[in-house]
């Protein structure tokens, strides 16, 4: 990382603190944990003092830097916020205190989130253990780039500056998604002309359509769960798995997984799963599409509001074991708008599927803007 100031080592703007208290039984201590590659604290599930097998922990101070010993490495040090100030931490992550008349905490802050920097963690972190684990010490000698303080402040805010905007890129892109996924789901419900209609009238279940080879390969597809579709999973060959039949999506099948329907993993087959297989625990339907269009389905069928209805429709006396049989989807009734409401429907979800194609794109040149602006910003160019 070129840059016109002079490089400075840790040592020269932090200090090791450590803020110990013997852990007693009975009394609750918040935790915090540190995200790996740059992405922060966060704040862990509290615990007893009589729970912990430390003999002490560590109070962290806003501001501090906290630094995982094993995932140093991998990123894992953060800048502790306002929000995580008196939570505790164990030995495993020692913390520093900026000498803030030389270093700005913000400034380390956005440093975390560079590939340089967890570069020379990793460095420092080999043969230090048998887990690669970084000392304290060994942390202090990295160095960093460090102009004037009233510099870093003006670079930080320019920094938070766009990272801002590019949040609110990324807000409204996922915003706009929502908006029209709405839209969609209120052209059903809404339609005073829809009635209750069981699905059996719409879809037919079809049967297993591939008998299974062992030196065959199979490329399977899989549905998310909370309404998030169905994707392409794994490949596998017949010596892989014990189902003797499969059946052969084609685009534009209904699927769920029995086990997870009651949580929204219910969806049409996109182009991109079409000749993917999927075992006997995921019925495929067949739209009748003189009676449905597909993207109706789709759409109700990713409705959370939807989800509780098959929860109650699936059975099972342990809710992780619910499973949504065959029959009892058929017999599930669902309201069906009239055929101009869906054929405006189907105009509306393609529009909507073209905007998140474009999200995706765009998500991805979002996502190399901040390295970006971090890499300018610490070469003295923002």
């Not at 080879?213 to 309404?227: D, L, R």
């Not at 000749?275 to 269009?293: A, Q, Y």
């Not at 529009?351 to 794109?361: I, S, T």
């Amino acid at each position: 990382m070129n840059s016109p100031w002079p490089r400075v080592k840790l040592g020269e703007v932090v200090r090791p603190v450590e803020r110990g208290e013997t852990p007693i039984p009975g009394t609750s201590y918040r935790q915090i944990g540190v995200k790996l590659w740059g992405e922060g604290a966060y704040e862990r599930e509290p615990i007893d003092g009589g729970a912990t097998k430390y003999i002490q922990l560590f109070r962290v101070a806003a501001g501090d830097v906290i630094v995982n010993k094993i995932w140093a490495r991998n990123g894992s040090m953060a800048v502790v916020p306002d929000s995580l100030a008196g939570c505790f931490g164990s030995g495993e992550f020692p913390m520093f205190a900026p000498i803030r008349s030389h270093l700005e905490p913000r400034w380390f802050h956005w440093l975390t989130k560079t590939r340089g920097l967890w570069a020379q963690c990793d460095e420092k972190s080999q043969g230090t253990s048998g887990k690669n684990r970084i000392r304290p010490e060994r942390f202090l000698e990295i160095e960093i780039p460090l102009p004037p303080l009233a510099e870093q402040r003006r670079i930080v805010t320019r920094i938070e500056e766009l990272a801002a905007r590019i949040e609110e890129a990324r807000t409204l892109r996922q915003q706009a998604v929502e908006e029209g996924e709405a839209v969609c789901r209120a052209m059903i419900t809404q339609d005073q002309d829809s009635r209750l209609t069981p699905v059996r009238e719409l879809v037919r279940l079809r049967p297993t359509d591939v008998t299974v080879s062992p030196s065959e390969k199979y490329q399977f597809a899989g549905v998310y769960c909370f309404g998030r579709g169905v994707f392409r999973a794994e490949a596998k060959t017949g010596m892989d798995f014990a189902y003797p039949r499969l059946t052969r999506l084609k685009a534009g099948n209904f699927i769920y997984p029995k086990l997870m329907a009651w949580e929204g993993a219910l969806a049409v087959a996109p182009p991109e799963c079409d000749g993917c297989v999927v075992s006997t625990e995921f019925p495929v339907f067949e739209v009748l599409d003189d009676k449905v269009l597909p993207e109706v389905l789709d759409t109700y069928f990713r409705t959370p509001s939807v989800w509780p209805d098959l929860a109650g429709t699936s059975t099972g006396t342990n809710v992780r074991r619910r499973r949504l049989n065959p029959e009892d989807f058929l017999n599930y009734q669902m309201p069906l708008p009239s055929r101009p409401t869906q054929e405006k429907l189907r105009i509306v979800r393609e529009r909507v599927d073209a905007l998140k194609r474009l999200q995706a794109e765009t998500t991805a040149k979002l996502d190399a803007l901040l390295p970006s602006i971090l890499d300018r910003a610490f070469a003295g160019a923002l």
